[in-house]
């Protein structure tokens, strides 16, 4: 089952909600109205036109203000409850399998059922030739797994753990790099994805995030929930 998350918009992220300085506001516009009078000749008194010109753009100055200020407080309501929504529903994720985008993953001890990794990737269009790298914290390749004649789409495969040369390599943090080719040598465009179990939900001030084979995943990079 897909996810589909609503995306909020922060107060920070309120494009022209704040009030500069160089800004002439409200108040200061009513003191420079109220100056210009007591400054004015009363043999030649200002036009009342040109006068009620100028309470007009006092008048057009308050309104858009205050409309600014409902606008940030309607902003600021919406993003507090969607937030509020999201960490409701990620808890019931505790438990479940998922698909994330990503490459990072952690390999657990032998025996505690984290040495065999699913991992995927999608290819624009089909492939001649795939490389998988499996690379430890260091950078350095493990593994190297090669196919041939891949489908355009969603491709998946395990890693049991074992470098190549058949041998349980270290637990802890491995990367995954995939590179296709099509029949004349070419790059295919692909994105790369894993799967885990939720294993808990952590609400950091960088957002949700699930931790899954002991990573943390945000929210917004689950790309499916699947049956668990």
Known sequence: MPIYQSTAVGPSQIGGASTSK???????????????????DPLNPKQGAEFASQLAQFSSVEQLNNISSSLEASINANYVLTQAINNGLSAGFVGKEVRATGDAFRLGEAGDGLRQVKLGYTLGSAANTVEVKIKNERGEVVRTLRTTGTSKGDNTFTWDGKNDSGADVPAGKYTFAVDAKDPNRNSIALS????????????TSDGTKFVINGEEILLGNILEILEG
């Open 22 to 40: 160089s800004i002439l506001g409200k108040d200061a516009f009513l003191k420079l109205l109220v100056q210009q009078l007591k400054a004015q």
């Open 192 to 203: 790369q994805y894993m799967f885990g179990r939720v294993a808990a939900v952590r609400f």
